[in-house]
Structure formats: structure tokens, C-alpha cells
């Protein structure tokens, strides 16, 4: 076990090796979330996600997120999910006049899951179509325009069983990178947009309450030689109802 272990953290540590890039900026946040399922039946369900997130700690804004969504477990193993997401980014800077732009996107989702002797592999692969405020904002409603682009997200993640099995509470040691590509209009994934990698806990309290909790650090690509990169701390509660 040590050895898979071992092996999936250097998948993780070369994941993240950044191409002789010149990094742009660095930034701290938290982000907190919360995520309400309710069963429809034993396979499908209705889930909101709710996301408030920050930089330089908890003193400017980085991202709303408002993310509903229909899940399908069609096996022990494998779901699926599609859904809409509304964001509001907000700039760095908090004087800047309009600082929000908006961005809406649809997307669908499959999850693969690999079982193991007290833990688990999963990947996950998201395709997002985004529709952004186009740039420069304008403070004008009527002069507002967005453009289309589309991504793949992909997600390897592992997680561990550290907890004693008589234990009510059952913990999990997780790790996950996620890699981001922007898909060109032929559908074929050309370019760079970010990386995240996390390392932290995922708490079972109980049938109806869970929730993750550790260090996460994104890098993110401004242009085709500047990045940013995003040292944070992510929390999510889950509840089913």
C-alpha cells in the first residue's frame, strides 16, 4: 500500500511541475462550500452547490459560485451528473469599476470509481461550455457581450480509510489533482488553463453529514508565460436531506 501510495504522489508532483514558466503573482484564500443533495430515488438525485471563495484570506472576494445539477448513479461504480453553474469572479483589485464578471456554463460529468482494500482510486472527466463576459467589462448593462469557450476537467483522486472500522466517525485521508485544458472548436484539448492539487480529510459523521477539509494549491495560467498561483484552504460540507 505504501508503494501505491508513493506512486500516486509522484503522479500528483509531476502533474503540478510548472513548464519554464515565469510565475506572475501568489495569492492565499479560503474556500468554503456547501453542497444539499435530495434523493429523488435510488438512483438519481437533485444536488446544490453553493461556493463562497476568497483571497488574501478572508478580506477580498475571488468567486461566487451557484451550481445546480441532476446525478445518475447508474452502477456501484460509475455516475454521472450534468447541471449550470452561474460564477461571479471578482478582480483582485477592489476599487476596479466594474470588478465582476460574470460567467454561465453547463456541463456534464462521469465518475469512475476503482474500490480497494480500505481505500479507493476515482477519476472524474467534466466538459464545461462557458459563456464569459467578454473583456474589457462594461459598466453599462446593454454594452455587456459573452463569448463562448468550452474545457475538459480532469480529475484523478485516492483516498485512504485512517479511521478504526468500529469507529462512528469514519475518516478519510484524500488526495486529488485536477488538471484543466481549454477545448478548441474542432473539440480537441490544446491548451493549458489551470492545475489543482489538494491534500486533506474527508469526514463521514454521519448517513446524512460528511465534509472535506485541507490545503489546496491551483495554478492557474494568466498567459502563455504568466501564472498564478493560489495557496488556499477548502472546506465542504455535505448534507443530504
Known sequence: MINKVFFFVTILLVANTKLKAQEYDKVNGIWNATFIDYPLSDKTSLRTEVHLRTIDYFNVWNQHLFRPQLSYQASKNVSWRGGYTYIKNFDQDINADPRVRREHNIWEQVQFTLPLKK????????????????????????????????????????????????????????????????????????????????????????????????????????SSANYLKNRLWNTILFYRL
Do not use: C, M
Request: proline share 2%; aromatic share 14%; charged share 25%.
Open 119 to 222: 481505500a479507493s482510486f476515482s477519476t472524474w472527466i467534466r466538459l464545461e461550455h462557458r459563456f464569459q463576459e467578454e473583456l474589457p467589462l462594461q459598466q453599462e448593462k446593454g454594452l455587456r457581450s459573452f463569448d463562448f469557450s468550452s474545457r475538459i476537467r480532469i480529475r484523478l483522486a485516492y483516498q485512504k480509510t485512517v479511521s478504526k472500522e468500529e469507529a462512528k466517525v469514519r475518516i478519510n485521508l484524500l488526495l486529488f489533482n485536477e488538471i484543466f485544458n481549454v477545448i478548441n472548436r474542432s473539440g480537441i484539448p490544446y491548451k493549458f488553463n489551470q492545475n489543482w492539487t489538494f491534500l486533506g480529510l474527508n469526514v463521514k459523521v454521519s448517513d446524512k453529514l460528511s465534509f472535506i477539509s485541507g490545503f489546496q494549491k491551483n495554478t492557474i495560467a494568466k
